[in-house]
C-alpha cells in the first residue's frame, strides 16, 4: 500500500480529500445561483464526479486531469459557476508525477473552454465583466496549483536522491571496515598460524620418519592448524566480496554434490515438490547448509555414501543430508565453527535445525527454512 500521511493510508487519504472536495463543489452549487439552462441534475452530477475522479489521481493522473476539466467545462455550461476546485487539485496532482507540460497545455485548453462556455451562459457587459475577473482568478489559482505540484515533486526528487546518497554512503563505509577487518585478519593472523601449521607438520613429518610414534597432541595441532586455516581463507574470502558476483543458491548445490562426489564418496542429490522461487537469503542459507555438511562429511565421517535431499514445501523448504558414516547414536555431535554457523543461519531465517547421529548409524543434518518471512 502506498505510503501513509495522517496515520492513513494513502488509497484511504486519496479518498477522503475526493469526498471532501465532491462535497465542497456540490454545496457552493447548491447555495449559488446558476441561471443557466442546463438541468440541475447534470449539472450536480458533473460536480459530484469531478470531485470523487480526485480518487484515481495517484493512479492515473492524466485521465482525472482530462475527467475533472471535462467536468468544470460540463456544470459552467449547466449554470453553475463553481471554482473548478477538482481540477486544481488534479493539476497539482499530475505536475507532482512530472506531467508538466501536459497540465500546462490542459490548462491553457479549459481556461479557454471556460471562458467561452462563460460569454455563452452570461450575456450583457456585466457578464463579460463577471467572466474576465474570473478568468483572472483561475489563472491565479492554476498558477498557485502548478506551483504546489513543482515544489512538492522537487522536494520528493530530493530526498529521493538524499536516501540513496546515505544508502551508497553506508555501503561503502561498510565495505571498507569490511575490507579492514579483513586486512588487520589477514596481517595479525595469516602467518601466526601457517607457523604453526608448518611447524606442526615438520614435527609429525620427522616423526615419522624416524620411526617414532606420533603424540596424539601433536596431530590434534596439525588437525587444528589446518582447520583454522581453511577458516581463515573462508572468512578473508567471505569479507573481501564485494557482492558483485551472483551469490550462491538452489541452483549451485548440484555442483556441491557432484564436487564431493569426486572425493570417492558416492553423493546424490534428490529435489522433491513443486519448484517455485525462494528468497535469496533462503537459497543462500540452504547452500551454505549443504556445503557444511558435505564438506563435514568428506574429511571427518569416514562415510561410503552420502545424500542430499531437497523439498519444496508450501511455504518453506526443507533439506536432509545424510551419511553412513562413523557417527553412532547416543553420541552428541561437538558443536565446531561449521555447525554453529549454520545455526546462526538458520535461526536468523526463522527456522529449526537439526544435527544428530541416525538410529540407523551415520548423521543427519535437517533443516525447515520458510519462504514468506524474508525478502
Known amino acids: 500500500m502506498g505510503r501513509r500521511r495522517f496515520g492513513l493510508p494513502a488509497g484511504v487519504g486519496d479518498w477522503v480529500i475526493a469526498v471532501g472536495v465532491a462535497a465542497l463543489m456540490l454545496g457552493t452549487g447548491w447555495s449559488g445561483a446558476h441561471p443557466g439552462t442546463g438541468p440541475d441534475l447534470l449539472g450536480h452530477a458533473l460536480l459530484a464526479g469531478g470531485g470523487l475522479a480526485l480518487a484515481a489521481r495517484r493512479r492515473t493522473p492524466v485521465v482525472v486531469l482530462a475527467v475533472t476539466g471535462l467536468c468544470a467545462v460540463g456544470y459552467q455550461a449547466a449554470g453553475f459557476d463553481v471554482l473548478a476546485v477538482a481540477y486544481l487539485v488534479a493539476v497539482y496532482g499530475a505536475v507532482r508525477a512530472g506531467h508538466r507540460a501536459l497540465a500546462v497545455t490542459a490548462s491553457v485548453t479549459l481556461l479557454v473552454a471556460l471562458q467561452l462556455t462563460?460569454?455563452?451562459?452570461?450575456?450583457?457587459?456585466?457578464?463579460?465583466?463577471?467572466?474576465?475577473?474570473?478568468?483572472?482568478?483561475?489563472?491565479?489559482?492554476l498558477i498557485a496549483a502548478f506551483a504546489a505540484g513543482e515544489a512538492l515533486r522537487q522536494a520528493e526528487q530530493r530526498a529521493d536522491e538524499a536516501e540513496r546518497t546515505r544508502e551508497e554512503t553506508a555501503r561503502r563505509r561498510a565495505d571498507e571496515e569490511r575490507l579492514h577487518i579483513a586486512r588487520e585478519l589477514h596481517d595479525a593472523l595469516t602467518h601466526q598460524i601457517s607457523v604453526i601449521k608448518v611447524q606442526s607438520e615438520v614435527a609429525?613429518?620427522?616423526?615419522?620418519?624416524?620411526?617414532?610414534?606420533?603424540?596424539?597432541?601433536?596431530?590434534?595441532?596439525?588437525?587444528?592448524?589446518?582447520?583454522?586455516?581453511?577458516e581463515l581463507r573462508a572468512t578473508l574470502s567471505v569479507l573481501r566480496d564485494d557482492d558483485t558476483t551472483p551469490p550462491r543458491g538452489l541452483g549451485h548445490i548440484p555442483e556441491l554434490v557432484e564436487r564431493a562426489g569426486g572425493t570417492?564418496?558416492?553423493?546424490?542429490?534428490?529435489?522433491?515438490?513443486?519448484?517455485?522461487?525462494?528468497?535469496?537469503?533462503?537459497?543462500?542459507?540452504?547452500?551454505?547448509?549443504?556445503?557444511?555438511?558435505?564438506?563435514?562429511?568428506?574429511?571427518?565421517?569416514?562415510?561410503?555414501?552420502?545424500?542430499?535431499?531437497?523439498?519444496?514445501?508450501?511455504?518453506?523448504?526443507?533439506?536432509?543430508?545424510?551419511?553412513?558414516?562413523?557417527?553412532?547414536?547416543?553420541?552428541?555431535?561437538?558443536?565446531?565453527?561449521?555447525?554453529?554457523?549454520?545455526?546462526?543461519?538458520?535461526?536468523?531465517?526463522?527456522?529449526?535445525?537439526?544435527?544428530?547421529?541416525?538410529?540407523?548409524?551415520?548423521?543427519?543434518?535437517?533443516?525447515?527454512?520458510p519462504v514468506d518471512r524474508t525478502s
Do not use: C
Open 118 to 141: 462563460a460569454l455563452a451562459v452570461h450575456d450583457g457587459p456585466v457578464g463579460k465583466a463577471l467572466v474576465q475577473a474570473r478568468g483572472t482568478l483561475e489563472i491565479a489559482w
Open 264 to 369: 570417492g564418496l558416492k553423493a546424490t542429490l534428490t529435489i522433491e515438490g513443486q519448484r517455485h522461487d525462494v528468497p535469496v537469503a533462503v537459497g543462500r542459507t540452504a547452500y551454505r547448509i549443504v556445503q557444511e555438511s558435505l564438506t563435514n562429511i568428506v574429511r571427518h565421517a569416514a562415510a561410503a555414501t552420502a545424500s542430499v535431499r531437497i523439498d519444496y514445501r508450501p511455504g518453506s523448504l526443507a533439506l536432509r543430508i545424510d551419511d553412513d558414516g562413523k557417527a553412532t547414536p547416543g553420541t552428541a555431535p561437538v558443536p565446531g565453527v561449521g555447525l554453529l554457523g549454520m545455526r546462526e543461519r538458520v535461526t536468523a531465517l526463522g527456522g529449526l535445525l537439526r544435527a544428530e547421529p541416525r538410529d540407523e548409524g551415520g548423521f543427519t543434518v535437517q533443516a525447515e527454512l
Open 204 to 230: 609429525v613429518h620427522v616423526a615419522r620418519r624416524r620411526g617414532e610414534k606420533v603424540p596424539e597432541a601433536l596431530l590434534a595441532i596439525q588437525e587444528a592448524g589446518r582447520e583454522a586455516s581453511r
